[in-house]
Nanobody, 117 residues
């Protein structure tokens, strides 16, 4: 069973919006801190938005005010809403679930986001 399944992403013009969803198993959702990362060509993977183990939310400075992370506890799903997209947001986006215990670190399959006119 795949721990995390992503959906969403795609191609959008600058200023547009996209959204992602990441579905986890009940076990993973309840025992991990989940978030979103991205990796642009030639760059290191970076955190975009995520929930901490304590339930707080962190955002990368580059996306604050434009991206919103949310979760649906009943559906074991974490969402990422991306507004006012810029060309520099172009990257492969990954869902991540890191166990609070440190026992696992799961990644989604990765989904391409391209922001271009």
């Amino acid at each position: 069973q795949v721990p995390l399944v992503e959906s969403g992403g795609g191609l959008v013009q600058p200023g547009g919006f996209l959204s992602f969803a990441c579905v986890a198993s009940a076990f993973v959702f309840s025992t991990s801190a989940m978030g979103w990362y991205r990796q642009a060509p030639g760059k290191q993977r970076e955190m975009v938005a995520g929930f901490t183990s304590g339930g707080r939310i962190n955002y990368a400075d580059s996306v604050k005010g434009r991206f919103t992370i949310a979760r649906d506890n009943a559906k074991y799903t974490v969402f990422l809403q991306m507004n006012s997209l810029k060309p520099e947001d172009t990257a492969v986006y990954y869902c991540n679930a890191a166990a609070r215990s440190g026992s696992y670190d799961y990644w989604g399959q990765g989904t391409q986001v391209t922001v271009s006119s």
